[in-house]
């Protein structure tokens, strides 16, 4: 994992932390991380040691201030771009992992820095970070799945009105729209996450992953199926616990 360019990772007691690292480019999401956190995702995937993970920016300004236009805008030809979207979906790798995640966010949190965001299962902000899709004013609409995933988390209203007008949030905002759990000091930003991640380390791991199945799952069927999704999940925890 010490090879990576634009991304730290680090394990310590079954807790995972990815860290995003281009503070010089407010952590852009270019190329080169695309490709190294999909390898580092696919890692804690399959990484039977990690049971919770903690998602971060470095720097002081910023967890991510959306994509680096001047790569995803002089993108190659079509069937470049598709095949390797096929070869490295990010997002649909990370809304495949049952493993709680958890976002730690501070400063810029635009574009894909929301979307990124939005793939975690809590997310907690710092009091100075300031949400935003910018792509209204580009010309562009959000690629990573914010005009899907955006809409499911706040209300459709909400979504619609920061996905047509570009308008920012600030963390209170976010946190009375439901796109944070929490609103924390800069200082308590990450102590508060990995207190986090320890109390839900603490409970049975099948457990928690059952639960977040069937939240995720659950969602995308009707009340009585999820219900059903609910009922298939508590008697196959009950038949692993013997």
Sequence with gaps: MSAFE??????QDGIG?????????LNAYNLRMRDELYEVLSAVRDDPEVEVVILKGAGEKAFCAGADLTEFLTAPSPIIARRARFERDVWGLFLSID???IAALHGYVLGS??????CCDIRLASEDARFGLPEPGLGIIPAAGGSQTLPRTIGRAAATEMLM???????EEARRLKLVNRV???ADLLPEAEKLAVKIKSHNRLAVSYA???????LDLTLAGGLEL????GRRLIDARG
């Design 165 to 171: 007008s570009g308008r920012w949030l600030t963390a």
């Design 113 to 118: 820095g929301i979307e990124m965001a939005l």
């Design 230 to 233: 609910e009922t298939q999940l």
């Design 6 to 11: 634009v991304i730290i990772y680090e394990k």
């Design 184 to 186: 924390v000091t800069r």
């Design 99 to 101: 493993k709680p995640f």
């Design 17 to 25: 932390f990815i860290t995003l690292n281009r503070p010089q480019a």
């Design 212 to 218: 977040k199945q069937a939240v995720t799952r659950g």
